[in-house]
C-alpha cells in the first residue's frame, strides 16, 4: 500500500481550510458590545431619484425635491432661487457658501441637501428684516467691508453666527476673535481689516478696545 504524499498545493490548502473553519468558529463571536442594525434603526435608504427634503429657510418651511448627491448650495441656488451664498471653490476652501445650519456656520458646498432635513438654514438673505439691513449689514456698508462682493455674504454669515454666539458679551470682542471667525472666509479684495472694525462697531466694543481691528489684522 502507498502511503499519501504531501505535496506543497495541499499543504496550503489544508492550511487554507483550517484557518476559515477556525475563524468561523472564533470562541467570542461577534464583536457583541456593537449595536445590532437591524430594519428598524438602520438610515432610510434615498435615491438615486430626487426625493423630497424638507427644512426651515430664512424662517420659512421649504421642501425641495433633490437627488442625494445635490448640494445644499446647489439646491439654495438651482432650486430655491436663493443666490446669496457664492459658489467660487466647490471644494470647503473660500467660506463664499458660508451658510448657517441650526445657528452655526457651515460650507454649504460641503453638505448635502439631504443633511439639513429638518434643520434651520440662514443665508445672508435671512439676517435683515425684508428689504432693511441689520445692524451688521448696515455697518459692513459704513465701514467700506466689501469690494468686489464675492465673499461678502460668508463674511456676513459668519459674523453675524459669532455676535449671535457672543450674545451680551459682545461688547467684550477682540478684533482677533473676529479675525478667528472669518478664517475660513478669503477675501482676496483684503476688506479684513474693515470687516473687524464693522463688527466690533455692532458689537459696541470699538471703544474699549482702540485700534483692535488693525493690531488684529497685523498679529493674523
Ligand atoms: S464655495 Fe464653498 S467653500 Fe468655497
Ligand atoms: S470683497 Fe472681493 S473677495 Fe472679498
Not at 68 to 87: C, F, I, Q, S
Amino acid at each position: 500500500m502507498t502511503s499519501p504524499t504531501l505535496t506543497r498545493r495541499g499543504l496550503l490548502r489544508g492550511a487554507g481550510t483550517a484557518s476559515v473553519l477556525a475563524s468561523c468558529t472564533k470562541p467570542n463571536g461577534p464583536d457583541s458590545s456593537a449595536p445590532a442594525i437591524t430594519d428598524a434603526n438602520a438610515p432610510a435608504e434615498i435615491g438615486p431619484d430626487a426625493t423630497s427634503v424638507e427644512f426651515t429657510l430664512n424662517g420659512k418651511t421649504v421642501t425641495v425635491q433633490v437627488e442625494p448627491r445635490v448640494t445644499l448650495l446647489e439646491a439654495l441656488r438651482l432650486d430655491l432661487d436663493v443666490t446669496g451664498p457664492k459658489l467660487v471653490c466647490d471644494r470647503g476652501a473660500c467660506g463664499a457658501c458660508t451658510v448657517l445650519v441650526d445657528g452655526r456656520p457651515r460650507n454649504a458646498c460641503m453638505m448635502l441637501a439631504h443633511d439639513v432635513a429638518g434643520a434651520n438654514v440662514t443665508t445672508v438673505e435671512g439676517l435683515g428684516e425684508g428689504e432693511q439691513l441689520s445692524a451688521l449689514q448696515a455697518a459692513f456698508v459704513r465701514h467700506d467691508a466689501l469690494q468686489c462682493g464675492f465673499c461678502t455674504s460668508g463674511m456676513l454669515t459668519s459674523c453675524a453666527s459669532l455676535l449671535r454666539r457672543r450674545g451680551s458679551s459682545a461688547s467684550a470682542l477682540t478684533g482677533a476673535e473676529v479675525n478667528d471667525a472669518i478664517a475660513g472666509n478669503l477675501c482676496r479684495c483684503g476688506t479684513y481689516p474693515n470687516v473687524v472694525a464693522a463688527v466690533l462697531e455692532v458689537a459696541g466694543a470699538k471703544a474699549s478696545t482702540p485700534n483692535a481691528a488693525a493690531s488684529a489684522t497685523k498679529a493674523g
